[in-house]
């Protein structure tokens, strides 16, 4: 049976397939709509099964407040460790340079010529692309032709890595302007 | 309480011996390197933790408490991942964000911006990721699809089309 502790155990797992499904199902409904609209549509979708169903399985086996807490927590942390994931793996569709490049050639029947794809798809596209993402998101804000920081989520999450970077790995060598700066990631 | 002491004590156990690894050898693949060390941690705690080792106190009953400490862990293990790939190489919107954002209310012209990135030739980087990861083999300029690089590219080609999002990067 798995009423009770086995639902709370599932619970995360049932959130994910809930976000997952909601998720295609909203992109799939507003196809060529902003993507990351049914992404979030997922993570709350999926957020509230995995509450229910946690909610539903604690009181079917009668825990105390305590432990009620303590599985309510963890598998708080484990639904948003499994969105964040399925949240990254569907982000590398819509943003992934990498994977641009990729399909690029698959088109090209499966070979070019590195020349040909850095004139097709150079630096200047690139920053363009990025820049104009992050000033439609409002997360940069024109202010007579100089950019200032607007919605400060995605800085704030910026700021979390550069930290995590630091712990982990070191800081990161400083940005020249104009020399060679490190290798950049897909974002 | 139990159960969640024991994930808690399992996933610092990983960040530890992650941590350790990293001050004395970096891996050469690092992501590889990451993933063995969780799953060893999980597969080594585990019957440790049914055991109770080290406090019988916190001793795993049954197969869905050890369930529920792997799902957590396998979880977390694997967001983390995620964004370690994100720690090993600046992201170009990070840098952007990170750079205006020093500049406070002064802010920074797109040409400012352009040229901190532009000395990144993200492209070129890209490309050069790609052929260390073995998605692609480069012979006198000429970049072809591994198998590897085939079957993502195939992958995220059907992904985009079934979710109906335009070709991005």
Redesign the interface.
């Known amino acids: 049976m798995l009423i009770g ?2 639902m ?2 599932l619970a ?2 049932a959130g994910l397939a809930a976000d997952c499904v909601s998720q ?1 199902l909203w ?2 409904a ?4 902003n ?1 990351y609209t ?1 992404l979030a549509v997922g993570i709350v979708v999926g957020f509230a099964v995995a509450a229910t169903v946690t909610a539903i399985g604690l009181r079917a086996a009668g825990y105390g407040a ?2 009620a807490a ?2 309510s ?2 598998n708080l ?6 969105a ?2 399925y949240f ?1 793996f ?1 982000n ?12 690029e ?2 088109d090209a029947g ?6 040909s ?2 004139a097709g ?4 596209q ?2 363009d ?3 104009r ?2 000033v439609g998101g409002g ?2 804000v024109d ?1 007579n ?5 607007g919605k400060r989520r ?2 704030g ?3 979390v ?2 930290i ?2 630091r ?3 070191g800081p ?1 060598p400083p ?13 | ?1 139990r ?2 002491s024991v ?1 808690v004590v399992l996933l610092g156990s990983a960040f530890l011996v ?2 350790l690894v ?1 001050r004395l050898a ?1 891996p050469r693949r690092q992501t590889a390197a990451l993933l063995a060390i969780f799953l060893a941690v999980l597969a080594v705690g585990i019957p440790l933790a049914v055991r109770g080792i080290p406090a019988p106190e916190l001793a795993l009953h049954g197969p ?1 408490e050890c ?2 400490v792997a ?2 862990h396998v ?2 293990a ?2 983390y991942v ?20 020093e ?1 406070g ?6 040409e ?16 050069d ?2 052929v260390r990861d073995r ?2 083999a ?1 012979t006198g ?5 591994t198998p590897k ?2 079957a ?3 992958s ?2 059907w ?2 089309n ?8």
Do not use: K, Q
């Not at chain 1, 032709?145 to 920081?149: D, K």
């Open positions: 502790y086995p709370v155990v995360p797992v295609v992109a799939r507003a196809r060529r709509g993507p049914s305590a432990d303590a599985f927590t963890l942390a484990a639904y948003l460790a499994l964040f994931g990254n569907v590398l569709a819509i943003a992934s340079l990498r994977i641009r490049l990729l399909c050639i698959l499966g070979s070019l010529p590195r020349a794809l850095l798809y150079n630096t200047a690139v920053i692309l990025r820049l993402r992050l997360h940069l202010r032709g100089r950019l200032i920081v995605f800085l999450i910026a700021i890595y550069n995590l970077r712990i982990v790995i990161w940005y020249d302007a104009g020399a060679t700066t490190p290798e950049t990631a897909d974002a | 309480m159960v969640l994930a992650h941590w990293w970096m869905w369930l529920h799902i957590v979880a977390v694997l967001a995620v964004v370690y790939s994100a720690l090993e190489e600046r992201s170009p919107s990070m840098t952007i964000l990170s750079f205006v954002n500049a209310a002064a802010g920074r012209s797109r400012e911006i352009a040229r901190v990135l532009r000395g990144a030739s993200p492209v070129e980087i890209r490309l990721a790609a998605m692609l480069e300029g000429l970049c072809t699809l690089g085939r993502w590219a195939s995220y080609e992904l985009r079934f979710l109906g999002f335009t070709r991005g990067g």
